[in-house]
């Protein structure tokens, strides 16, 4: 069975109702990693950016946490954490890819907000002998939405919750946040206070071609406490990167199918969803652990 990335918390609320696949302070001085790519800073096509003081362009909505330039790109390669999910996820935990390829393709200017385009490519190994390889590639575009007040980003990302995304058969047709956002920055990075994202969404389904079968949509509802930690030094491939912002993300939800007796109950999401993501200033996310035990470590990194 091919490797299919999926949005892995709404695969777990789901189960086993149906078989969805699933889908702090300023950071300190750090060592520059080798391989950055050095290159002049500029204007992105679609939208001018701002200056800095040191010649380099700004982020827009000035994130500087996560430099969304057109062009600026980051891999990730999937690294041994030697932990195991808790026993509520153990039966749920899914394939990783072994790398993960994130660029900005498109930054545009709508109104007061900005709406950036990513494309996140996931490349996977199906094989079991070491000997040969079954590799297996998904891209998907996803994105993320900011202004001043906000910087919301889209639940296919990897940047949503560390995990691996992408919808496979399912289609959201409401999405809302009526509670905060996905990060809230304080001078463009995560401050001290810890907030909480709720999500209220509705999605639909669609079966595989010519299986016949009619599958329910439903609601979603989702709470994600993030709470900002005490910076750590986090040792990649590329460098040692000093003072890494630490987040943790707590996450609860539950699954309402669509026209159930009244009588029914919401399926819960497992206990212990706990994920982690280390973030450095004008660099990004350079580490996450999910609560899969699945660690990914940036392996390189193209920035203007």
């Not at 707590?250 to 109950?265: A, H, M, Q």
């Amino acid at each position: 069975m091919p490797y299919e990335p999926r949005v892995r918390i709404l695969g777990a609320a789901l189960v086993p109702l149906i078989l969805l696949v699933p889908a702090a302070v300023e950071a300190q001085k750090k060592t520059a990693p080798a391989g950055a790519a050095k290159q002049p800073a500029g204007a992105a096509k679609k939208v001018e950016y701002t200056k800095g003081p040191v010649g380099k362009a700004i982020a827009p909505c000035g994130a500087k946490i996560l430099p969304l330039l057109e062009g600026n790109k980051w891999t990730y390669g999937y690294v041994e954490s030697g932990l195991s999910p808790p026993p509520e996820l153990l039966k749920l935990t899914p394939s990783q890819p072994a790398t993960i390829a994130i660029s900005v393709k498109s930054v545009e200017v709508r109104g007061d907000e900005t709406v950036v385009t990513l494309e996140e490519k996931t490349t996977a190994d199906l094989s079991k002998d070491p000997k040969k390889h079954i590799y297996d590639e998904r891209t998907i575009n996803s994105t993320i939405t900011c202004s001043r007040t906000k910087f919301e980003i889209s639940p296919d990302s990897f940047f949503f919750a560390g995990e691996p995304g992408g919808y496979f058969g399912l289609t959201f047709d409401k999405f809302e946040r009526p509670k905060d956002t996905t990060w809230k920055l304080a001078n463009g990075t995560i401050g001290d206070a810890s907030w909480r994202e709720d999500i209220v969404a509705h999605f639909t389904r669609k079966a595989v071609e010519g299986s016949g079968a009619k599958l329910e949509g439903g609601k979603l509802e989702l709470e994600r406490k993030f709470t900002p930690g005490q910076p750590e030094s986090v040792n990649t491939k590329i460098g040692l990167y000093t003072g890494a912002e630490k987040l943790g993300v707590t996450i609860t939800g539950r699954v309402t199918l669509d026209n159930l007796p009244p009588e029914s109950k919401p399926a819960e999401l497992p206990a212990g969803w706990f994920n982690l993501l280390w973030l450095v200033p004008n660099v990004g996310v350079v580490q996450v652990l999910n609560a899969y035990g699945h660690k990914y470590m940036l392996t390189d990194v193209t920035l203007k």
